[in-house]
């Protein structure tokens, strides 16, 4: 057992703790609870609370426990919920002013599988309006601050979720990834994530315009973020689960690690482009994964790449996200965007990939034909390559920047100005092809803030990304919070 407060435990030593009766559930949420009453103020992560319900539950769990029947993998552990899921009774907005009272009678999927293993959600957690931003702020909660620097953004939109995982508010999360959504804040805040492999997470319940997340968007998925590589993958083991309407016909059954020592992968490092260079870095960060595997006897190649055009390949990908969330967009917003796409002073760029907002169908079928020919030039790059390690993104967490539209604004990288839209290049180049990711915290930037990276494995091989993930974790050490 760890000697971390316990806040900063992990969720199997959380799990251990009250097996053993060394703690109680009730235990767990008041000491939650205190942090969230005394640190949140600052950070602004946590946005909704329900007390009441989660002191129930949390005595339920104990009253269980107590006569035995500790059952559940997550039997007792306090959470709390990215707001753009819903959590049935409580206040679930997906950050959106118009759903600013919703309380949901049911939950998302991936809610209710954590809650049927055990888990106790008890508080949501901030996000962009509608998660469409790589920062976390809304008009009904305001700005979520980055926990280890308070005028940088924890990224977005599963910010507030990575904070509350810093910060020790909660046993682990439950995050949204489309074009980067888990990563980036997994990345800024100095916490593990995982993207899972498009389709293995059901996604119902995502709080969005299109019927409340009847419809299931192209891309989009939904994970763990936690406070260990071991935690993801038991969160996986849960989370891994056909769709409802499928559950009587299909089960998934995700294959081991491709190998059982670490010696024996092989490992691509792909640290920079000049389609989107990073910082220096975050270079420095990709570039120790891979020393630190190639000391524990990895096959670590630096120049190995996928067959294929990477700038076209990710502009294709964030064409593709636009078109995925441009039907929760409202009007004044598909209007603007619209005429920022088709304004002769718009970087040609920025045009294509806001030019799918007014797409036809028939265009969206042609982007998709592309999309699996460059998944097959990804299925053939793994057949030589186990995972690939890769930037999250071309700089770590940044000074909050709300002013104007997305594409209106800038980022500063090494003293460069650049398109705030670059940020999503590498997360969507893998993303859009529907890849699974693991992000773990690598690094420091000079000014001392956390910098992650992904490690990336084929289609629905995501315990070999979290293999790989957890042997440079181990070789690292545990996890540093910030106080």
Not at 110 to 137: C, H
Not at 287 to 299: F, K, T, Y
Not at 339 to 355: C, F, K, N, Q, R
């Amino acid at each position: 057992m760890s000697e971390l407060p316990l806040h900063h435990k992990s969720l199997v030593e959380l799990r251990n703790l009250l097996a053993l009766k060394e703690l109680s559930s009730r235990e767990l949420l008041d000491h939650y609870v205190a942090r969230i009453e005394t640190l949140n103020p600052a950070v602004n992560a946590v946005v909704t609370v329900d007390l009441e319900s989660g002191r129930r539950a949390a005595e339920a769990a104990d009253a269980e426990a107590a006569a035995g029947r500790h059952t559940r993998p997550l039997h007792g552990i306090p959470i709390t919920v990215k707001d753009a899921l819903a959590v049935r009774g409580l206040r679930s907005t997906g950050g959106a002013i118009e759903h600013g009272d919703h309380v949901p009678t049911k939950d998302a999927d991936a809610v209710a599988l954590v809650r049927s293993a055990g888990a106790i959600p008890f508080a949501k957690t901030n996000v962009p309006r509608w998660s469409g931003d790589i920062q976390t702020y809304n008009n009904i909660f305001g700005t979520t601050n980055n926990p280890w620097d308070h005028t940088r953004t924890p990224g977005g939109s599963s910010g507030g979720a990575a904070t509350s995982v810093a910060l020790g508010f909660t046993g682990f999360e439950i995050g949204t990834d489309i074009g980067g959504s888990i990563r980036f804040p997994a990345a800024f805040c100095g916490v593990a994530g995982h993207k899972p492999s498009y389709g293995l997470v059901p996604c119902g319940g995502y709080i969005d315009r299109i019927d409340y997340g009847m419809v299931e968007p192209d891309i989009n998925v939904h994970g763990p973020l936690a406070r260990s590589v071991d935690d993801l993958e038991l969160l996986l083991h849960i989370l891994a689960s056909p769709r409802p309407d499928r559950a009587q016909a299909i089960g998934h059954r995700l294959p081991m690690p491709r190998h059982e020592r670490i010696d024996a992968f092989r490992v691509a490092v792909w640290s920079d482009d000049d389609a989107c260079p990073v910082s220096a870095d975050v270079r420095a960060a990709v570039e120790r994964a891979g020393d630190v595997l190639q000391s524990l006897g990895a096959q670590v190649n630096r120049s190995a790449r996928p067959d294929l055009n990477a700038d076209a390949s990710s502009q294709l990908a964030l064409w593709l996200v636009a078109a995925a969330t441009a039907p929760s967009m409202g009007d004044e917003d598909f209007a603007r965007y619209r005429a920022i796409a088709t304004s002769p002073d718009t970087p040609p760029e920025v045009a294509a990939s806001l030019g799918s907002f007014t797409a036809t169908h028939r265009d969206w079928m042609a982007a998709d034909v592309v999309r699996q020919h460059l998944r097959e030039q990804w299925r053939a790059f793994f057949q030589q390559y186990d995972a690939l390690i890769c930037p999250v993104a071309m700089t770590h967490a940044f000074p909050h920047t709300q002013a104007g539209s997305l594409p209106e604004r800038t980022v500063l990288v090494d003293g460069v100005e650049r398109p705030y839209m670059e940020l999503l290049w590498w997360t969507v180049l893998i993303g859009g092809v529907h890849l699974p990711a693991t992000v773990i915290p690598v690094g420091t930037s000079a000014d001392g803030l956390p910098i992650g990276v992904q490690i990336v494995a084929p289609y629905m091989e995501d315990r070999t990304a979290l293999a790989v993930a957890r042997a440079i974790r181990n070789e690292l050490g545990p996890i540093a919070f910030p106080d």
